[in-house]
């Protein structure tokens, strides 16, 4: 298994969709008030086998260099996903993520996005990096801010969410300038 090591406790891996997505389900399962109010993608996730074609699919775009989706272990029990996506000519991509409830607020969604930037900037050689936050999701916006991301501005109206409301989200960038710093 392809695995990026953050600490003794914390790695990144590439998804086995047979033994990762069972537990990616079930985390999902317990967080889905909390998760799907800013990501609508979990309200369609109903079951394992959604999640076992979700990571099939993400493993394709790995291959075909299109997207880096990988599972986030705590203590060697999957917590979350983080993903570096829409890479473009440019040399730019976006990150993404998600974290079950019980894994919040101990810093590793920080040190996830930390290891995800190391290797977007290393691996990818990208020159940019964005965060794209909902104003009002304090969390996201506060691990974006943690790990060094600039607030660029905000982008009005910028997501539907399920609550039928269109939603301001904050734009992040981190440069490779900055990071080398």
């Known amino acids: 298994m392809f ?3 953050i600490n003794e406790n914390l790695k990144l891996a590439i998804p086995n969709p047979n ?5 990616l389900f079930v985390l999902i399962d317990e967080s889905r008030e909390s998760i799907q109010k800013w990501l609508p993608w979990a309200a369609n996730l109903k079951s394992t086998a959604d999640e076992v074609k979700f990571l099939k699919h993400v493993n394709i775009n790995f ?5 880096l989706n990988v599972v986030i272990y705590d203590k060697q029990q999957p917590v979350g996903m983080i993903s570096c996506d829409h890479f473009k000519a440019n040399k730019s991509a976006n990150i ?5 409830e019980g894994a919040r607020g101990h810093g590793v969604m920080h040190q996830a996005v930390l290891a995800m930037v190391d290797i977007g900037f290393q691996d990818y050689d990208l020159n940019r990096i964005e965060i794209e936050a909902a104003v009002e ?8 801010q943690k790990a060094g991301f600039k607030l660029e501005g905000t982008l009005r ?11 301001d989200y904050n ?3 981190l440069l490779r300038s900055e990071w080398q710093k």
Do not use: C, I, P, T
């Open 3 to 5: 695995a990026y090591v």
């Open 19 to 23: 033994r990762d997505a069972q537990k």
């Open 63 to 67: 291959g075909m260099r299109e997207s």
């Open 96 to 100: 993404g993520y998600w974290l079950a």
């Open 137 to 144: 999701n304090m969390g996201s916006n506060h691990v974006a």
């Open 157 to 167: 109206a910028h997501h539907l969410l399920l609550d039928g409301r269109f939603h």
């Open 171 to 173: 734009l992040y960038s």
